[in-house]
């Protein structure tokens, strides 16, 4: 059974934010107007980075904003009021400015991963061999790639070492170019040794990049045969 991680389920994630929100609010008018306890708003807007719809921060700061506004008349009086109201006006902008950008950044995360799942239909009818592995474990290997190291489906390959598949006089020399491409450089190898699944041993030509790969860094890795298939 696989593990059930935090913002997969949105109603969980709904109750969360409107718990928290509930505490804070009930904090809030149990203490003095001079105790800043609504700053904690903060923590449930955040948690609406875990919600799906992309504008699902700015509705929630309209009812922090709200409680706000109830608890300014609840709680009891230990300054001036004026002086209240523009603490707690100029907190209500800060918390829409957040959600703004909080609605930008998941607006951005959608447009990666749209653009990522283009480049993997491409990828999949490139007639060259693409891979990309993160962490010393192959997570992509596309049609062209399997046909070069002899596999019948992507499975024989995925979870596996790529430096594994490498020829043996080669093998220090890619983990290390595979360890600069992660660290941000692009490189073409002229010639490296492969061993495909049936033994045969094969050269080709490589190039190596960083990618994000499931919004991680990866390396990706094009081979080209340099010898016959």
């Known amino acids: 059974m696989g593990t059930v991680r935090f913002g ?20 809030d008018i149990i203490t003095p107007l001079g105790l800043v306890v609504w700053v904690m708003y903060f923590i449930p807007l955040f948690l609406t980075l875990f919600l799906r ?36 006006v100029f907190f209500t902008v800060l918390l829409i400015v957040t959600a703004f950008f909080i609605a930008q950044y998941k607006q951005n995360m959608e447009n990666l991963r749209n653009s990522e799942e283009r480049y993997r239909y491409l990828t999949e009818w490139s007639p060259v061999a693409i891979l ?7 997570l992509y290997i596309n049609p062209a790639g399997i046909h070069l190291f002899a596999g019948n489906k992507k499975e024989d390959f995925l979870g596996k070492d790529l430096v594994q598949m490498i ?23 002229p010639e490296t040794g492969l061993v495909r699944l049936d033994g045969r041993d094969i050269r080709a030509e490589a190039w190596l990049r960083e990618v994000i790969w499931d919004g991680r860094p990866a390396v990706q890795i094009i081979f080209r045969a340099i010898t016959n298939t």
Not at 69 to 79: G, K, N, Q, T, V
């Open 8 to 27: 997969e389920n949105p109603l969980e994630v709904i109750t969360y934010i409107l718990l928290s929100a509930l505490l804070i609010f009930y904090l």
């Open 53 to 88: 719809w992309k504008y699902a921060s700015y509705p929630w700061a309209g009812f922090f904003i709200l409680l706000i506004a109830i608890s300014f008349f609840l709680s009891p009086r230990d300054m001036s009021e004026l002086f209240a109201l523009v603490n707690r």
């Open 132 to 138: 990309v592995q993160e962490g010393g474990k192959i």
């Open 167 to 189: 020829s043996p006089d080669s093998r220090d020399s890619m983990q290390q170019r595979l360890t600069q491409a992660l660290l941000g450089a692009n490189m073409q190898i």
